[in-house]
């Protein structure tokens, strides 16, 4: 979100050919709309492709430019819409004709800048990502238990500590480190059902069996785990929180 707000300050500042004319006010809410809803729409699409597997683990490069295409999709008609209501662009003739085919020509031309931005804004972490293929002398195994801990580099594949969802990327912490992969935290949540853990926060779930203390400070909880990994316990769950960790008896 903050990188995409920077984006389309900047923007705002340099005053490109499809904005110019317009004033301050008016051209920064023209770039925030052009910005932060292409890269919503984008978002809502890389959550969606989560549910095809073959997607995700073909390459997670295609899957976010997939997901950037479908982005653009969504949002030409709003784009459209926003030309005909910012003065800088000539209002659209009200025929059918006119309309589809300045659908297809925003389409076009958006496609270019929101599927690059949308791997810019994503690249850190595909860069880091371990879904890509290796070059190995012989086939990993998967791992027993949910398919999230196939994705975990061989070399960081331990017992599950804890999870951390980052947009639609998943953390996973185990007893051999940490590793990102591109993967729904609401999905691996189902997958690994009744398991000995505990949702602490909406982006962050621990295993009980690897809680070593909890800190107050300042009104927040924090949740230590026997590796060292430091999660916050959201106020919504602090109350049930407690009362399941005193269950555990003394930390």
């Known amino acids: ?42 978002q809502i699409a890389q959550v969606a492709l989560l549910g ?27 784009a459209v819409a926003l030309d005909a209501a910012f003065p800088v662009t000539q209002d659209l003739k009200d025929t059918t004709e006119t309309l589809r ?10 496609t270019p800048p929101i599927v ?22 012989e086939p990993t195994k998967p791992p027993p238990g949910p398919s999230f801990l196939a994705r975990v580099r061989p070399e960081m594949r331990g017992d599950l500590v804890a999870l951390s969802a980052e947009l639609h990327y998943l953390r996973v912490f185990t007893t051999r480190g940490e590793d990102l992969v591109l993967f729904g935290f609401g999905q691996a949540l ?6 000995n853990g505990l949702k602490i926060h909406r982006s962050h779930w621990v295993n009980l069996a690897y809680v070593k203390t909890r800190r107050k400070s ?15 316990v959201s106020r919504a769950r602090r109350r049930d929180v407690e009362k399941t960790l005193d269950g555990l008896g003394p930390l």
Request: proline residues 7%; aromatic residues 10%.
């Open 116 to 137: 690059l931005t949308w791997a810019a804004l994503n690249a850190t972490r595909l860069l880091r990502l371990t879904d890509l293929p290796r070059q190995t002398s």
């Open 1 to 42: 979100m903050c990188a995409s707000i920077a984006l389309a300050v900047f923007l705002t500042v340099i005053e490109p050919a499809s904005s110019r004319g317009l004033q301050f006010p008016a051209r920064t809410a023209f770039w925030l709309a052009h910005v932060l809803i292409p890269v919503g729409f984008a």
């Open 52 to 78: 095809w597997p073959r997607i995700t683990r073909a390459s997670p490069w295609f899957s976010v430019t997939l997901a950037g295409l479908a982005g653009t999709l969504a949002f030409a008609p709003v």
């Open 218 to 232: 300042g009104g927040q909880l924090t949740i230590e785990t026997t590796t060292g990994v430091t999660l916050p």
């Open 101 to 110: 085919g300045a659908l297809i020509e925003e389409f076009l031309s958006l």
């Open 190 to 195: 189902e997958e690994l059902g009744d398991t």
